[in-house]
């Protein structure tokens, strides 16, 4: 968290920089403490829920929205054998899960209890799914090249030289490619 914090320290002051700006440089020795004042900054804020709201929906949205991304990382590789859960079916479960985060985004535009607010949620789960489809499309090479849908093999699928590596079941769709 502290690296994420000082990267976008980073990427303010060369933001600054391109735009002939200051950039961050109020806290601190040459601003180094901003990013905990950010910090801070966003702890203190008041949490504003619209007047005519379903307030326990309003709060759950956000829990709902970033609960799945979360558990998402359980089935991700972290190193050779480490992960938190083995999962034989990996690429599924890291597909269903980031699906489930556009349910947070329809119900935070449900309790707000306002038409339009309901109405862009709608719009954003659209393009949420849309993304999703090229992104499950994207994937079927690399479930194909890896042969398994196991995270793990997937990436121990990948070992090795381009010689080495499993892209034997790709080689027709290169043919079928050029050819076309």
Do not use: C
Request: charged residues 10%; aromatic residues 12%; proline residues 5%.
């Amino acid at each position: 968290m502290l690296s994420v914090a000082y990267l976008t320290y980073a990427e303010r002051k060369i933001i600054g920089y391109i735009q002939v700006r200051i950039g961050p440089n109020r806290v601190g020795p040459k601003g180094w403490l901003q990013p905990i004042a950010d910090a801070v900054k966003l702890m203190m804020k008041e949490i504003v829920i619209p007047t005519g709201a379903n307030r326990f929906l309003f709060v759950l949205a956000p829990v709902l929205s970033i609960g799945p991304a979360l558990a998402a990382w359980a089935a991700i590789p972290l190193g050779d054998g480490i992960v938190l859960s083995h999962i034989d079916a990996g690429l599924l479960y890291l597909l269903a899960m980031t699906s489930l985060g556009v349910y947070g985004v329809i119900i935070a535009g449900w309790a707000s209890n306002s038409k339009y607010s309901f109405l862009g949620a709608m719009r954003s789960a659209a393009q949420i799914v849309s993304y999703e489809i090229a992104m499950g499309f994207a994937l079927v090479g690399v479930l194909m090249a890896g042969g398994s849908l196991n995270l793990n093999e997937i990436v121990r699928a990948q070992s090795g030289s381009v010689l080495h590596w499993f892209w034997l079941p790709l080689l027709p769709l290169f043919i079928v490619y050029f050819i076309s």
